[in-house]
């Protein structure tokens, strides 16, 4: 693995929200005596819809793709969606597409939606936008990802969704489970992802917030929204925000993510993708404000 961009002391990470665990984990990544600062807030888009899925779950395209041209405008600060998507991916980029396959999948109506756009709005052929979950099955390779994970729980890493979205990539998806999941943030540095993800895409539609990834209806709600960033940790930790509010408010008190997700830390402190401070990330919300759980 190469050197990671940004570093800490080990004092200091040890003091931090993941506590000892998170140090042990990580024990193989390189430190110095500095601690770099954040240039500027990492924005974060929350897009919502209380009419994209109706009483049965089904999910309304077109109100769906909607949302995901507020989202992109909202993200590039363009008012045009031309302009909005070219901002991310160029006319020429070989676009892997990476939702979540099988288990709480990302929505097909919403990867349909991301093909649709970079067609008829970047311009880019069919042909050159891959599903590209990673694995033993190769495709050729891409200039660019987008990262489309399903927002939801996971009972080995506690959240299951940006940061774990590439596990496939590893060719040892076993190996960052448990207290190995503090690595996760590694594999966003192998040569088939770093420096690639030019938007990551989260479908919270309908998500998930225990026991997961095997879906469980008493942990699931409409939630109707996309969230949406270019900083993966930053949209990772609002994420890690709407689990804990929902499942706060399920159980009436604090009902803490188990196990911890210190992935999410580490991605930030150990490995440089990212900010995990909450007060550190603007997060511009559009539509339906009920139960935000963003507060």
Same mark, same amino acid.
């Given at each position: 693995?190469e050197?990671?961009?940004k570093?800490l002391?080990?004092?200091?990470?040890? $003091? @931090?929200?993941?506590?000892?665990?998170?140090?042990v984990?990580v024990? @193989?990544?390189?430190?110095?005596?500095?601690?770099a600062?954040?240039? $500027?807030?990492?924005?974060?888009?929350?897009?919502?819809?209380k009419? %994209?899925? &109706?009483? @049965?779950? $089904?999910?309304?395209?077109e109100i769906? +793709?909607?949302?995901l041209d /507020?989202?992109?405008? /909202?993200l590039?600060?363009?008012?045009n969606?031309q302009?909005? =998507?070219?901002?991310?991916?160029?006319?020429? #980029?070989?676009?892997?597409?990476v939702?979540?396959?099988?288990?709480?999948p990302?929505?097909?109506?919403?990867?349909?939606?991301?093909k649709?756009?970079?067609?008829?709005? %970047? !311009?880019?052929?069919?042909?050159n936008?891959i599903?590209a979950?990673? !694995?033993?099955s190769?495709?050729?390779?891409?200039?660019?990802?987008?990262?489309?994970?399903?927002?939801?729980?996971?009972?080995?890493?506690?959240? !299951?969704?940006?940061i774990?979205?590439?596990?496939?990539?590893?060719?040892?998806?076993?190996?960052?489970h /448990?207290?190995?999941?503090? +690595?996760l943030?590694?594999?966003?540095?192998?040569?088939?992802?770093?420096?690639?993800?030019?938007?990551?895409l989260? #479908?919270?539609?309908?998500?998930?917030? #225990?026991?997961?990834p095997?879906?469980?209806?008493?942990?699931? =709600?409409?939630?109707? !929204?996309?969230?949406? @960033?270019?900083?993966?940790?930053?949209?990772?930790?609002?994420?890690? +925000?709407? *689990?804990?509010? +929902?499942?706060n408010?399920? $159980?009436?008190?604090? =009902?803490?993510i188990?196990?911890p997700?210190?992935?999410?830390?580490a991605? &930030?402190?150990?490995?440089?993708?990212?900010?995990?401070k909450?007060? /550190?990330i603007?997060i511009?919300?559009?539509? =339906?404000?009920?139960? *935000?759980l963003?507060?």
């Amino acid at each position: 693995m190469e050197n990671n961009p940004k570093c800490l002391t080990r004092r200091d990470f040890i $003091r @931090g929200t993941v506590g000892a665990t998170l140090a042990v984990s990580v024990m @193989g990544v390189p430190w110095t005596d500095t601690v770099a600062a954040v240039d $500027r807030p990492s924005l974060v888009s929350v897009v919502r819809d209380k009419n %994209v899925m &109706d009483a @049965g779950f $089904r999910v309304d395209a077109e109100i769906l +793709k909607t949302m995901l041209d /507020q989202t992109v405008l /909202q993200l590039t600060g363009k008012s045009n969606i031309q302009e909005a =998507w070219t901002e991310l991916i160029k006319p020429d #980029d070989i676009v892997g597409l990476v939702p979540t396959p099988h288990l709480n999948p990302t929505h097909p109506e919403l990867v349909d939606a991301v093909k649709i756009s970079l067609m008829e709005a %970047v !311009g880019i052929s069919e042909k050159n936008i891959i599903m590209a979950q990673g !694995g033993k099955s190769k495709p050729k390779p891409c200039t660019a990802l987008i990262c489309m994970p399903a927002l939801k729980g996971h009972w080995l890493t506690g959240i !299951g969704t940006v940061i774990k979205n590439y596990i496939m990539y590893s060719g040892r998806p076993y190996d960052y489970h /448990q207290e190995d999941s503090a +690595k996760l943030g590694e594999i966003w540095l192998i040569p088939e992802v770093k420096g690639k993800t030019r938007l990551v895409l989260v #479908d919270a539609i309908h998500p998930l917030c #225990d026991k997961g990834p095997q879906p469980d209806p008493r942990y699931k =709600w409409p939630y109707n !929204g996309l969230l949406a @960033g270019t900083d993966p940790v930053a949209v990772e930790t609002v994420c890690l +925000k709407i *689990l804990t509010e +929902k499942r706060n408010a399920l $159980r009436g008190e604090p =009902w803490p993510i188990s196990p911890p997700p210190i992935c999410v830390e580490a991605a &930030d402190k150990a490995y440089g993708l990212g900010t995990s401070k909450i007060e /550190q990330i603007k997060i511009a919300h559009f539509g =339906w404000k009920e139960d *935000l759980l963003l507060s």
